[in-house]
């Protein structure tokens, strides 16, 4: 007679069981790495896709800040003017003060990059290498905090990307009509008229300087109610902006 086979038991049973977790972790573990990276690609092809559509004149972004306002109906104030309505002292002072080499790199300032990296390296308190196309794409897609630090390995190649497809002036006007200027307050036809009564168009050398050295916090500098570190600060870029030549060539 043949050998009648032994019942599995619970032990056995145990350990097939036993066997198969690892391998079940690690398939549970791959689907999740490739879900993670479907996602990443989708969400790099969101900006690719819009600065496509964000080159032609006509079309009027706005900013994850704005986007924000209207999710938690604050509300805000954005007019849209075309950067031929601005007066031109007012982005000559933006870029005397914000990013004096705007119309040379592609993007990304490289020689700041490289001094804020060293001041890094050396332990020393670094300071800020945003260009205006890398604050543009930051306001258009991306968060301010937290993560700053992941959301500038973001915004490095985004900025060269952006720059490569549009124009210094398109990415002039763009930011200059997504910029905040104060809570709820974003383009300069809407800072020109809070502050100061008047138009972009209309916007003395003065009052261009006070709202291009409030840009780097809005919220707590008010080029409508300067103090006297600010009124410096605007006499400064006044005078840079009156000599500025070839440094905003890139916006005739």
């Known amino acids: 007679m043949g050998r009648v086979a032994e019942p599995i038991t619970d032990h056995d049973t145990e350990g097939l069981d036993m066997a198969s977790r690892p391998r079940s972790r690690r398939g549970d573990y791959r689907r999740l790495l490739w879900r993670a990276l479907r996602v990443a690609v989708v969400l790099a092809l969101i900006p690719a896709v819009l600065t496509f559509l964000y080159m032609p004149s006509f079309v009027h972004p706005v900013s994850t800040l704005m986007l924000k306002d209207l999710a938690t109906f604050s509300g805000y104030d954005r007019r849209w003017v075309s950067i031929d309505d601005v007066a031109p002292v007012l982005a000559n002072s933006v870029i005397m003060s914000e990013d004096g080499q705007f119309c040379s ?23 800020g290498a945003s260009t205006i196309t890398m604050q543009t794409v930051k306001n258009l ?36 009509n997504i910029a905040e200027w104060g809570p709820g307050i974003y383009g300069i036809e809407a800072a020109a008229r809070y502050h100061f009564g008047v138009s972009a168009k209309n916007l003395s050398r003065r009052q261009a300087a006070l709202l291009a050295v409030a840009l780097p916090n809005p919220i707590t500098r008010d080029p409508g109610k300067p103090g006297p570190g600010l009124r410096r600060l605007a006499a400064l870029i006044e005078r840079r902006a009156a000599r500025a030549g070839a440094y905003v060539g890139c916006l005739d």
């Open 105 to 127: 790199h592609h993007g990304v300032d490289l020689g700041e990059l490289k001094g804020v990296v060293d001041d890094a390296m050396a332990g020393e308190i670094t300071r």
């Open 141 to 176: 897609f991306l968060w301010s905090r937290p993560l700053g630090s992941v959301r500038k390995v973001v915004e490095l190649p985004l900025a060269v990307y952006f720059d490569a497809l549009m124009s210094k002036r398109r990415i002039m006007e763009i930011y200059l």
